[in-house]
T-cell receptor, first 112, second 113 residues
Framework: GEDVEQSLFLSVREGDSSVINCTYTDSSSTYLYWYKQEPGAGLQLLTY?????DMKQDQRLTVLLNKKDKHLSLRIADTQTGDSAIYFCAEFSDGGYQKVTFGTGTKLQVIP | NAGVTQTPKFQVLKTGQSMTLQCAQD?????MSWYRQDPGMGLRLIHY???????DQGEVPNGYNVSRSTTEDFPLRLLSAAPSQTSVYFC????????????FGPGTRLTVL
């Protein structure tokens, strides 16, 4: 079945760039998303990219998509302590049956 | 707008007890869904609804019931709680369908002893 995989943990120093990676298996993905979950809260959409794009930039966030390798990344420039959270990659596929599959989440720890 | 609200925030049940997790949204969204979040497993879809009066099963529906009598409310019922249902439950809504941006509630942390 479809699978979305992420590494579980990433630690960076404040001011550095963070890169969170995700791989997926469903070739019928239409959109790919990055959601952020702060402690004790629900998920909040950060950004998304259409599957026919290879890059999207939004202020400090850069999303890169390699459709051939089914690899998605989220780069956060100038990482701040407020960026500490769990980041979920998710894919929306519409191969006859619409579904959204979430990854396991990457916990980002920002060290002051 | 309050967005998506969930009650209670925390709940402890004994095996075999039943309860209802409440979810409400004030954004007039058609699509609502329930997920459970377990360590190392991401979010898994339990049930969803594409509009009032219409519900369907997600990936892990066993042991749960839902109903959607109004656009605003989408309660999740645990019929006979089991320790395997210990989890954090999130309700989400989106304007039209599952591919839209989903707005999540703050979650309910459920422990079944």
């Amino acid at each position: 079945g479809e699978d979305v995989e992420q590494s579980l943990f990433l630690s960076v120093r404040e001011g550095d760039s963070s890169v969170i990676n995700c791989t997926y298996t469903d070739s019928s993905s239409t959109y790919l998303y990055w959601y952020k979950q702060e402690p004790g809260a629900g998920l909040q959409l950060l950004t998304y990219i259409f599957s026919n794009m290879d890059m999207k930039q939004d202020q400090r966030l850069t999303v890169l998509l390699n459709k051939k390798d089914k690899h998605l990344s989220l780069r956060i420039a100038d990482t701040q302590t407020g960026d500490s959270a769990i980041y979920f990659c998710a894919e929306f596929s519409d191969g006859g049956y619409q579904k959204v599959t979430f990854g396991t989440g990457t916990k980002l720890q920002v060290i002051p | 707008n309050a967005g998506v609200t969930q009650t209670p925030k925390f709940q402890v049940l004994k095996t075999g007890q039943s309860m209802t997790l409440q979810c409400a949204q004030d954004m007039n969204h058609e699509y609502m869904s329930w997920y459970r979040q377990d360590p190392g497993m991401g979010l898994r879809l339990i049930h969803y609804s594409v509009g009032a009066g219409i519900t369907d099963q997600g990936e892990v529906p066993n042991g749960y019931n839902v109903s959607r009598s109004t656009t605003e409310d989408f309660p999740l019922r645990l019929l006979s709680a089991a320790p395997s249902q210990t989890s954090v439950y999130f309700c989400a809504s989106s304007p039209q369908g599952i591919g839209d941006e989903q707005f999540f509630g703050p979650g309910t942390r459920l422990t079944v002893l």
